[in-house]
């Protein structure tokens, strides 16, 4: 597993530093942070579980989650029960989506008519964004 930046302060000078447990030590030349590649791993895996658990909340599926994010619905099932999360509006209303870059995101923003009726939230999603909208679920 490639590592980028430290985890602590977000630089990417850092140099090698022992192996602790079997796992590569790194320290990061900046602030002196010593981190693992596994602590790493363990920080991804926090911002994914936030993300699916918030998408989650905003009325998404499972299924729905999964192909957005790219997590077994059977680990966000988990996370769900794990922590509890219960959903407190019922499902009359649905959200639709789009995934959208930063350029089209601004596009987006720039015509009131796209906030009308019941606004938008956006979550950041990696490198882009995704903006939810409530419509009365169309079936
Ligand atoms: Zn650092």
Redesign the pocket.
Known sequence: MKIDL?P??G?DSYVKSGIVNDRQRYR?K??N?YFTVNKLGKKIDDYYVNKALQLYLEGLTYREIERILGISHVSIMNWVKKYNIKRPYNSAYHPTYKILNAEELSLFFSNAKNLSGAGALVTELGDKFMLIKWERFKD
Request: a neutral charge.
């Open positions: 430290c602590n302060c630089s990061c900046s602030c942070y």
